[in-house]
T-cell receptor, first 110, second 114 residues
Framework: GEKVEQHESTLSVREGDSAVINCTYTDTASSYFPWYKQEAGKSLHFVIDIRSNVDRKQSQRLTVLLDKKAKRFSLHITATQPEDSAIYFCAAGNTGKLIFGLGTTLQVQP | EAAVTQSPRNKVAVTGGKVTLSCNQTNNHNNMYWYRQDTGHGLRLIHYSYGAGSTEKGDIPDGYKASRPSQENFSLILELATPSQTSVYFC?????????????FGPGTRLTVL
C-alpha cells in the first residue's frame, strides 16, 4: 500500500536553533500535504499544509517545502522555543483520506 | 472554534464484547474520520464518511464497523472486541470531500480490551 515515511524519529535541538523534519511519500497522486502537532497526552492539531501546485509555503516560523519530483516534503521550524516540543506528523493525501507518517518527536532544549 | 468531541474518553472492555465509540462535531463538516494511534504505527485510518448515511473503508477496516446517522455524529463499532484493538482512537472532521482541507481532531478515546 501507499506509505509516508518520516525520516527522523527523534530530533533534539537547542532553543533558538532551527529544526527540519523530512518526509517522503509513495503515492504520485498525492496533492495535499498537511503537518500536525501532538503535545504529550493530547490530541493532534493542524499546524501548516502545502498543496501540490506550490513548492513552498511559510507561516511565521514555519516553512514547508515540497519537491514533487523526489516525492519529498519537509517542515522547517526557525527560532525554536520550548513550546515547540511535541510529536510532529506529516501526512499526504488525495481523494478522501490522508496517510500519516509515524511521527517525529522534537525536543527543544532550553 | 471547531469542536469535535468523543465519548467515552476511556473504556475498558472484555474480549468478545461489543464496544461503541461516539463522535460528535459542531463544525458542520461533511467529512468525518476514525483513526487509531499505536506506537510504531502512527495514525491509521479505519473508516471515514462523506456525509450522513455514507461510510467508507479506510486502510484497516477489519473488525470495525462505522455508522453516520447524521451530519454531526459518527460512531465506530467493535462487534467482537479483541485485545489487538486496544489503542487510542481519534475522530476527526474536515470540510472537503477529497480530504484536502484541515482536519479537526477530537480528544481521543483510550480503549483497553482485556
Amino acid at each position: 500500500g501507499e506509505k509516508v515515511e518520516q525520516h527522523e524519529s527523534t530530533l533534539s535541538v537547542r532553543e533558538g536553533d532551527s529544526a527540519v523534519i523530512n518526509c517522503t511519500y509513495t503515492d504520485t497522486a498525492s496533492s495535499y500535504f498537511p503537518w500536525y502537532k501532538q503535545e504529550a497526552g493530547k490530541s493532534l492539531h493542524f499546524v501548516i499544509d502545502i498543496r501540490s501546485n506550490v513548492d513552498r509555503k511559510q507561516s511565521q516560523r514555519l516553512t514547508v517545502l515540497l519537491d514533487k519530483k523526489a516525492k519529498r516534503f519537509s517542515l522547517h521550524i526557525t527560532a525554536t522555543q520550548p513550546e515547540d516540543s511535541a510529536i510532529y506528523f506529516c501526512a499526504a493525501g488525495n481523494t478522501g483520506k490522508l496517510i500519516f507518517g509515524l511521527g517525529t518527536t522534537l525536543q527543544v532544549q532550553p | 472554534e471547531a469542536a469535535v468531541t468523543q465519548s467515552p474518553r476511556n473504556k475498558v472492555a472484555v474480549t468478545g464484547g461489543k464496544v461503541t465509540l461516539s463522535c460528535n462535531q459542531t463544525n458542520n463538516h461533511n467529512n468525518m474520520y476514525w483513526y487509531r494511534q499505536d506506537t510504531g504505527h502512527g495514525l491509521r485510518l479505519i473508516h471515514y464518511s462523506y456525509g450522513a448515511g455514507s461510510t467508507e473503508k479506510g486502510d484497516i477496516p477489519d473488525g470495525y464497523k462505522a455508522s453516520r446517522p447524521s451530519q454531526e455524529n459518527f460512531s465506530l463499532i467493535l462487534e467482537l472486541a479483541t485485545p489487538s484493538q486496544t489503542s487510542v482512537y481519534f475522530c476527526a472532521s474536515g470540510d472537503a470531500p477529497w480530504g484536502g482541507y484541515e482536519q479537526y481532531f477530537g480528544p481521543g478515546t483510550r480503549l483497553t480490551v482485556l
